[in-house]
């Protein structure tokens, strides 16, 4: 018998078992591609990724057309923490590393996992002005939208998105304009990586933060933050 394996997102996965009514004995009822109605075995369904993160944002009534676009399971998957809050990252790490050594699915040609962690441990990331954060980027003419996940009406509140010198960043303000969650989220260029390692570095190491990236398991500081983007430029 052919085995059946079906890739979804996450968030929409989580939503599917737990907070809708099209479940019955253990059956979930969905529409393939095609419009054709399948009943699966919650066994047979494979995440594409290891860990999403538990707190997602408010959203409020409205959006604009530069805001950063980004997938539900992109949310806080390379983020900036405190290093004070170094053992809660193990702790999020070593759920994370069970979840490959444990709940790894190997295909032929693919790699998927029958489970996931979601991380709880850390609610606020950092603490940091945004006034501050944009003078590190040392780019006067940062562009600053919102942003906006997709299968979510309207923005994220108290949401930004900044682009500076090729590089893209998003995260969460608070009501005394204070960054409560700041991620990195890619470069236009590979070029623009390199340039601006020493932006970077500066601010981990002034502002005493890692840079985590949770689906590879990394943490890095402002010592071997040169050696991470060589890394994910070779992906």
């Known amino acids: 018998m052919k085995e059946l394996l079906i890739f979804m997102g996450l968030i929409s996965v989580l939503l599917s ?18 419009g054709n109605i399948q009943t699966i075995n919650p066994k047979d369904i494979l995440m594409t990724i290891p860990t999403i993160e538990n707190t997602f944002p408010d959203f409020e009534n409205k959006t604009d057309s530069n805001n950063l676009k980004i997938l539900e399971d992109d949310w806080r998957q390379i983020e900036f923490i405190s290093k004070d809050q170094k053992t809660s990252i193990d702790q999020e790490i070593d759920s994370i590393t069970y979840i490959f050594e444990h709940e790894m699915h190997q295909g032929k040609d693919y790699s998927a996992f029958k489970n996931l962690h979601v991380r709880r441990l850390i609610t606020k990331p950092i603490s940091l002005s945004f006034e501050k954060f944009k003078s590190y980027l040392g780019d006067a003419k940062n562009e600053i939208a919102g942003i906006t996940v997709n299968g979510n009406n309207g923005q994220i509140k108290n949401g930004f998105s900044i682009s500076s010198e090729g590089l893209n960043y998003y995260g969460v303000k608070d009501k005394n304009n204070n960054v409560s969650v700041l991620c990195f989220y ?6 623009d990586l390199v340039k601006s390692i020493d932006k970077i570095s500066k601010l981990l190491a002034i502002e005493k933060l890692y840079l985590v990236d949770w689906i590879n398991r990394k943490v890095v500081d402002e010592k071997n933050i040169k050696d991470f983007f060589k890394l994910n430029d070779s992906k």
């Open 186 to 191: 890619g470069a236009d260029t590979d070029n």
């Open 17 to 34: 078992l737990f907070g809708c009514n099209n479940q019955k004995e253990n059956k979930i009822i969905a529409t393939d591609s095609s």
